[in-house]
């Protein structure tokens, strides 16, 4: 009783614990009145095709800063907003600004692009998810496969009823499924006989070895072929230096985003590059 007691002091006085408690809740309460004053960004990532060395895509990241707590990385708030549920208001938010914005840029003659959005489990979960999706197509006439949704390999894992028919349900659509951060991990491509998907996205973690390790290299050139011979989209992620690029071009990698072509940027800057790349 006393021992037990005195483990559960230790517990709460654990300085560390403590100071995270402390840093999640003010997350928490700033993360609502920021979507509250839509003060959440979405960025955007360039998506290059190699072959015709051109912008063909942009991958959807949220961006916030706070006054008070200043630049919080999206790995934090996503995470903290997935465990109570707030994921979904701002998923839609940053759903509905991703799809908008490529709207707008088919509006402006550029409708080679396609734009890609992450998604968590609990937006797969939820029973409203499919018929906003529906709703925002009808809403901006976008045609499907103009959009691709990237879920990570533990939502492909997910035996959940829900999660596999919405994925299917989406897929009906027409809308593209893209499995992000291929490779990390505990996974293992089984979930690839049970789900289809059309798009593989390399994680970083490969890319940034492959000039330094030769298995990595080899490795990756295997998955490369593993999405060819199943006649998937393949995009390496985490592209930084031109001997990535270079490594790219060798092993006839479909897509790459990265540093080396770009950072993350505000909407009319990525507008810029695409008009850039267009000429
Ligand atoms: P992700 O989906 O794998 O996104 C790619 C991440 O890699 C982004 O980090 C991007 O800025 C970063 N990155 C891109 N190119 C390079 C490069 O060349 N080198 C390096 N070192 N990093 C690069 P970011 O924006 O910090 O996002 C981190 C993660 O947060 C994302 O990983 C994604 O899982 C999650 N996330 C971001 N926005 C959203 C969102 O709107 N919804 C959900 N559910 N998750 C999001
Ligand atoms: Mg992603
Ligand atoms: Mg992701
Ligand atoms: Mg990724």
Redesign the pocket.
């Known amino acids: 009783e006393a021992k037990k007691k005195g483990k559960n002091q230790w517990a709460m006085y654990d300085p560390m614990f403590e100071q995270e408690r402390i840093r999640k809740s003010l997350i928490r309460q700033r993360l609502h009145v920021a979507l509250e004053q839509r003060a959440i960004a ?2 955007y ?1 360039p998506i290059i095709d190699m072959e015709k060395n051109q912008l063909v895509g942009m ?5 916030w800063k706070d006054e008070e707590l200043g630049f919080v ?3 934090e708030f ?1 995470s903290i907003a997935e465990e109570d549920g707030f ?1 979904i208001p701002l ?1 839609e938010y ?1 759903f509905q600004t991703a799809i908008f914005d490529l709207k707008r840029l088919h509006e402006q003659g550029m409708t080679h692009v396609y734009v890609s ?4 489990l609990r ?1 797969l979960k939820s029973e409203q998810f499919l018929s906003f999706v529906q709703q925002l197509l009808e809403q901006t006439c976008l045609q499907p496969h103009y959009i691709e949704l ?1 879920i ?1 390999e533990n939502i492909a894992l997910s035996d959940e009823k829900q999660v596999i028919e919405t994925i299917r349900a989406l897929k009906q659509m027409g809308i593209r499924i893209a499995i ?2 291929f490779g990390s991990g505990y996974s293992s491509i089984a979930y690839l006989r049970h789900i289809s998907v059309d798009t593989l ?1 390399i994680d ?1 973690s490969f890319i940034f070895e492959v000039i330094t390790n030769e298995h990595t290299a080899k490795l990756t050139e295997a998955i490369i072929a593993l999405a060819h011979q199943l006649q998937l989209h393949i995009v390496a ?4 230096t031109d001997q990535h690029v270079s490594f790219l071009h060798s092993t006839h990698c479909d897509k790459a ?4 072509f770009s ?2 940027v505000p909407f009319e800057k990525v507008v810029k590059q695409v008009q850039a790349a267009h000429i």
């Open positions: 979405v960025y990532q991958e959807a990241l949220a961006r990385p999206p790995n996503i994921i998923g940053i959005i992450n998604l968590s937006q990237e990570t992000d951060d996205k970083k992620e985490g592209v930084e985003q990265g540093y080396f950072p993350p």
